[in-house]
């Protein structure tokens, strides 16, 4: 990562309650391009609402969130009362078209794995044959070729997380939103995906935002570490600075694996 | 037992012999139906999928006049349609009582509830995610919406199937909206009606034999297509 970098997405003010509970008080957050930003943060501290906001899969509140250089139509969302939801508006069809959200449960189509893969190359107007080629290369660097021709509701969950993976490879979208890739990977699943999520960092340019729980894998793969707390990033910082002076006592004691109360 | 047996062999006589007035009445019934159903899932499933997932006050107040109009008795809604369509009715002026169109318009009023009910309880239980797996792969909502009808297409077929036995084998409202007037809105059931009454057992024993017959053939090709979606869908070796 350049010393000096651009931030590919803004994240300023965003709110979002659901019913009486709110969500994300108030969240400031910058990914740089090119890096992986893990959001860490316990359960319910609203990391997963977060996360399909900036898929534009939910709507905010309150707050706006500027993609920078994605695609030159839209850069800019600004949420008010009177917001629809950006799935449902076709002037974000084409920023959406360059982001991924894999799921911390991979949902999957009835069909092949293959045809899972394929999917969303040919919503891309990208030719069947193209689509496969590139689908059987993705499932190939994933791990799991060998199923490409099952039907997908027979993968386990850490199969169908690789296809998950397999349809990030596939699409290569500047911009990758994962939540708790590993959850339900093995120790050998999980460094493949490090691996690959490094790789598409290095050899592909592509931008990852991550949410876990997982300090470790934090460590292992982040350039810059966010702490999502009852609904507000306290802290962010590259991974170094972050793990070894938080400025943030809760952040610390989070670190430092204490209970935070 | 000597008439059922007699009908049944004269049935299969009137069924082989090309009978026009049979056919007339059986080309009645399929266009009236057929048209229903059309009508009915055009509207209904894109009403199936609002009232599966969007949220708002009274959904379920909504969710139980459908429940109760899918029980709604055809007689019934053949009365209101009359009601609405004769002379003296609000929409009397455009003269529609006594045709095919009144028809179609009695039959969806029955068909729709079914359709919109049926997927309403199938896209429930289809996986929710796969709506959103769809967005975030850059489906548009529309095409999202396709995506996740077509996770609960057995479902689906089987609002198709459900409406269609209904649409095609109902009594009631045909003959009172349409009047079964021969040549024109004479339909298998009415015809059977008619010709019982009437004494002429054969006729009505042919009639009931070519209503089933049609009903298997229907939903044979409904199931068909039915399968046909997951070829579609690309699925070349399943284990």
Redesign the interface.
Same mark, same amino acid.
């Given at each position: 990562m350049s010393a000096i970098s651009t931030d590919l997405v803004t994240v300023r003010g965003v709110r979002k309650r659901f019913g009486a509970r709110e969500v994300l008080r108030d969240i400031d957050l910058n990914v740089s391009s090119g890096s992986i930003t893990v959001i860490l943060g316990t359960n319910g501290a609203g990391k997963t609402t977060l996360l399909r906001i900036l898929?534009l *899969?939910e709507r905010a509140d309150e707050g706006t969130v500027i993609y920078d250089g994605i695609v030159p139509s839209v850069s800019t969302v600004t949420y008010g009362a009177s917001t629809a939801s950006p799935?449902?508006d076709?002037r974000y *069809?084409p920023l959406?078209?360059q982001?991924? *959200?894999a799921?911390q449960?991979p949902?999957?189509?009835?069909?092949?794995v293959?045809?899972n893969v394929?999917?969303?190359l040919e919503?891309?107007g990208i030719s &069947?044959a193209d689509a496969e080629e590139r689908s059987m290369a993705a499932l190939r660097d994933a791990g799991i070729a060998e199923r490409a021709?099952?039907?997908a509701s027979?993968l386990s969950g850490g199969e169908a997380a690789r296809l998950s993976v397999a &349809?990030a490879l596939a699409?290569q979208p500047p911009l990758l939103l994962l939540d708790e890739p590993s959850a339900s990977l093995d120790p050998y699943g999980t460094k493949l995906l490090e691996d690959l999520l490094l790789h598409m960092r290095d050899d592909l340019g592509m931008t990852a935002v991550v949410v876990t729980q997982d300090i470790f894998e934090a460590r292992r793969v982040a350039d810059q570490v966010a702490f999502l707390h009852e609904g507000r990033i306290i802290e962010q910082a590259p991974r170094d600075t972050f793990f070894s002076h938080p400025r943030d006592d809760r952040t610390r004691r989070f670190v430092a694996g204490e209970l935070l109360v | 037992m000597g008439d059922i047996g007699r009908g049944f062999v004269q049935a299969v006589r009137l069924i082989l012999s090309l009978d026009p007035g049979t056919y007339e009445a059986l080309g009645t019934s399929l266009r009236v139906t057929m048209s229903a159903l059309f009508w009915s899932a055009l509207a209904g499933f894109p009403l199936g999928i609002l009232l599966a997932f969007a949220h708002f006050r009274g959904k379920q107040g909504v969710m139980n006049v459908v429940y109760t109009l899918m029980g709604f008795p055809p007689v019934v809604a053949g009365l209101l349609v009359y009601l609405l369509l004769s002379r003296s009715g609000p929409l009397g002026p455009l003269g529609l009582l006594y045709t095919p169109t009144a028809m179609v318009i009695a039959q969806i009023a029955l068909a729709l509830p079914v359709i919109v009910g049926l997927s309403v309880l199938g896209l429930r239980g289809a996986?929710k %995610?796969?709506f959103?797996? =769809?967005?975030?792969?850059? =489906?548009?909502?529309a095409?999202a919406s396709i =995506?996740l009808l077509?996770?609960a297409r057995l479902a689906i077929l089987g609002a198709v199937i459900t409406a269609f036995g209904n649409a095609i084998s109902e009594v009631g409202a045909a003959m009172l909206v349409g009047g079964n007037i021969q040549g024109a809105t004479r339909t298998l059931t009415t015809a059977l009606v008619l010709e019982t009454r009437q004494g002429s057992f054969d006729r009505a024993i042919a009639l009931g034999i070519i209503l089933l017959l049609v009903s298997f053939l229907v939903n044979a090709l409904l199931s068909r297509l039915g399968e046909g979606t997951?070829e579609a %869908?690309?699925?070349?070796?399943?284990?």
């Amino acid at each position: 990562m350049s010393a000096i970098s651009t931030d590919l997405v803004t994240v300023r003010g965003v709110r979002k309650r659901f019913g009486a509970r709110e969500v994300l008080r108030d969240i400031d957050l910058n990914v740089s391009s090119g890096s992986i930003t893990v959001i860490l943060g316990t359960n319910g501290a609203g990391k997963t609402t977060l996360l399909r906001i900036l898929g534009l *899969l939910e709507r905010a509140d309150e707050g706006t969130v500027i993609y920078d250089g994605i695609v030159p139509s839209v850069s800019t969302v600004t949420y008010g009362a009177s917001t629809a939801s950006p799935a449902q508006d076709k002037r974000y *069809l084409p920023l959406r078209r360059q982001m991924l *959200l894999a799921f911390q449960h991979p949902a999957i189509f009835s069909g092949s794995v293959l045809s899972n893969v394929t999917y969303g190359l040919e919503l891309r107007g990208i030719s &069947r044959a193209d689509a496969e080629e590139r689908s059987m290369a993705a499932l190939r660097d994933a791990g799991i070729a060998e199923r490409a021709h099952q039907h997908a509701s027979s993968l386990s969950g850490g199969e169908a997380a690789r296809l998950s993976v397999a &349809r990030a490879l596939a699409l290569q979208p500047p911009l990758l939103l994962l939540d708790e890739p590993s959850a339900s990977l093995d120790p050998y699943g999980t460094k493949l995906l490090e691996d690959l999520l490094l790789h598409m960092r290095d050899d592909l340019g592509m931008t990852a935002v991550v949410v876990t729980q997982d300090i470790f894998e934090a460590r292992r793969v982040a350039d810059q570490v966010a702490f999502l707390h009852e609904g507000r990033i306290i802290e962010q910082a590259p991974r170094d600075t972050f793990f070894s002076h938080p400025r943030d006592d809760r952040t610390r004691r989070f670190v430092a694996g204490e209970l935070l109360v | 037992m000597g008439d059922i047996g007699r009908g049944f062999v004269q049935a299969v006589r009137l069924i082989l012999s090309l009978d026009p007035g049979t056919y007339e009445a059986l080309g009645t019934s399929l266009r009236v139906t057929m048209s229903a159903l059309f009508w009915s899932a055009l509207a209904g499933f894109p009403l199936g999928i609002l009232l599966a997932f969007a949220h708002f006050r009274g959904k379920q107040g909504v969710m139980n006049v459908v429940y109760t109009l899918m029980g709604f008795p055809p007689v019934v809604a053949g009365l209101l349609v009359y009601l609405l369509l004769s002379r003296s009715g609000p929409l009397g002026p455009l003269g529609l009582l006594y045709t095919p169109t009144a028809m179609v318009i009695a039959q969806i009023a029955l068909a729709l509830p079914v359709i919109v009910g049926l997927s309403v309880l199938g896209l429930r239980g289809a996986d929710k %995610g796969v709506f959103d797996l =769809a967005l975030t792969l850059g =489906a548009t909502r529309a095409q999202a919406s396709i =995506a996740l009808l077509r996770e609960a297409r057995l479902a689906i077929l089987g609002a198709v199937i459900t409406a269609f036995g209904n649409a095609i084998s109902e009594v009631g409202a045909a003959m009172l909206v349409g009047g079964n007037i021969q040549g024109a809105t004479r339909t298998l059931t009415t015809a059977l009606v008619l010709e019982t009454r009437q004494g002429s057992f054969d006729r009505a024993i042919a009639l009931g034999i070519i209503l089933l017959l049609v009903s298997f053939l229907v939903n044979a090709l409904l199931s068909r297509l039915g399968e046909g979606t997951s070829e579609a %869908g690309n699925v070349r070796h399943l284990d």
